[in-house]
């Protein structure tokens, strides 16, 4: 497709649209900051929806009454919606959507089948979160200009690999062609994050925290100018400041820097965001919603100095022991194996190390997918497992890094290569 002349894609997360202020915030930045030509907004869902939403599908799956649940989520949409703007003659229609919209989410959860398949299920509930907050911010936006509300999910075409799908890039950038540059033309763009759709137009999600990627996905295949997701925080920085007290921002970063940090968990961006940004060389923004006029970081096809080492925690995490029954040394052949059932369990690897008869592994604990891996691998190997354990990452690291983080720990695991240290340790 032709290119848009300056377009932007900015994404706001769960956080920009927590609460009434935040939503005021972020209307004053798209007004005062935005761009002056095109521009595209992803939301996320508001403040703590998506984690509320899977609590209630978890109870509905379980047959329990999610009743109570429902209300508060409920309650929350109309009460941050009146912060904003108060029923009145002209408002009415916000209401109304929201309320129409939960009527649809109860409807749903009525649907739930407890014998039926959980992830896919689970997909077509706790998409509502983005569905509400995109609704609601359209609305609320056009009182300052013309705005156009989009369901991306007839667009963003995905597989169905339920709760993680996998886009469909020629399908999804043809019908982005096809759609887009018309709204465009109009006015901004509102959308959300987070979701895509099958073909036969079922709902999926790509993953938690994905509304960075949709911002990345839109960029590329409208081969944007650039795309800025506005946070809480100055920028792309060393370390989490709500973990790490004395962080320091980097003004400037590579898309490979960044990419790395976000898979051994730096989840300030979501990993999968900076692949389609590197492909067609857009560069990506972090900035503070906080601070709209203050620099942020720019993620870009640079070369820097060496970095500050940065340090990254992943909580939640579970050891996995294989060893073979019969004291046979691990071979390739027994890796196969246990890839094979990793990969059937939905479990991926964060860190693995290997020995003479035994292959350990280091994993996000998910409780279900732990025991359908034992299920699939009991008769083969004996496993043995911890968890409630935590990784730690420091990327580009020094003695004083290392000395300072691994400071009264007991390690279990322990890994290190030229730029990269990594130790699994007990809480
Ligand atoms: N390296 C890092 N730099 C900045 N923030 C980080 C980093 N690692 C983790 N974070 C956390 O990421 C949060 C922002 O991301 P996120 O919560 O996903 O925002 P949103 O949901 O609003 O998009 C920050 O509040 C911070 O606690
Ligand atoms: N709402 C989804 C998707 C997302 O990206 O949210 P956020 O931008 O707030 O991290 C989640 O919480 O997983």
Not at 163 to 179: F, M
Not at 182 to 210: C, H, N, P, S, W
Not at 273 to 298: M, Y
Request: hydrophobic fraction near 40%; aromatic fraction near 10%.
């Amino acid at each position: 497709m032709e290119k848009i002349q300056g377009l932007q894609v900015y994404k706001f997360g769960g956080a920009s649209v927590k609460d009434a202020a935040a939503i005021l915030n972020l209307c004053r930045i798209v007004r005062d900051f935005g761009p002056q030509g095109p521009l595209v907004i992803v939301v996320s869902a508001m403040g703590k929806t998506t984690n509320a939403l899977e609590e209630i599908f978890q109870l509905a799956y379980a047959g329990k009454s999610c009743q109570s649940q429902l209300a508060a989520l409920r309650k929350y949409h109309f009460d941050t919606i009146a912060g904003v703007i108060p029923i009145s003659f002209g408002s009415e229609h916000v209401y109304d959507e929201t309320e129409a919209l939960f009527k649809e989410l109860e409807s749903r959860l009525k649907q739930v089948d407890l014998n039926g398949n959980f992830d896919e299920q689970y997909d077509q509930v706790v998409s509502f979160g983005e569905l509400l907050a995109s609704r609601v911010l359209a609305l609320l936006l056009a009182w300052y200009g013309p705005v156009h509300y989009l369901d991306c999910r007839p667009l963003i075409r995905t597989d169905e690999n339920w709760r993680d799908a996998g886009v469909k890039w020629p399908e999804t950038e043809r019908n982005i062609a096809e759609t887009l540059p018309l709204l465009l033309a109009k006015g901004i763009v509102v959308t959300q994050g987070f979701l895509g759709g099958t073909a036969d137009g079922r709902t999926t999600t790509l993953g938690r925290e994905g509304s960075d990627y949709t911002a990345a996905i839109l960029a590329y295949c409208l081969r944007a100018e650039s795309v800025t997701i506005w946070k809480d925080v100055a920028g792309l920085l060393n370390a989490d400041p709500k973990i790490f007290p004395d962080t320091v921002r980097y003004p400037e970063i590579s898309y490979r820097e960044t990419i790395e940090m976000a898979y051994y968990g730096a989840s300030v961006i979501h990993p999968k965001t900076l692949k389609p940004l590197a492909d067609r060389n857009i560069p990506l923004r972090v900035k503070s919603f906080l601070d709209p006029a203050a620099e942020g970081t720019l993620i870009h096809d640079c070369q820097h100095p060496a970095l500050a080492p940065a340090f990254i925690r992943k909580t939640d995490q579970a050891l996995l022991s294989f060893a073979s029954k019969d004291f046979s040394f691990i071979s390739e052949e027994n890796m196969a194996v246990i890839f094979g059932a990793l990969a059937q369990a939905k479990l991926k690897i964060n860190v693995m190390q290997n020995s003479a008869i035994s292959f350990s592994v280091c994993v996000d604990y998910s409780e279900r997918r732990v025991h359908q891996l034992l299920d699939l691998l009991r008769e083969q190997f004996t496993l043995h497992y911890n968890t409630g354990l935590t990784l730690f990452t420091i990327k580009n690291y020094d003695a004083a890094s290392i000395a300072r983080l691994t400071a009264g720990k007991r390690l279990l695991l322990e890994q290190r290569t030229r730029h990269t240290f990594q130790f699994v340790c007990q809480g």
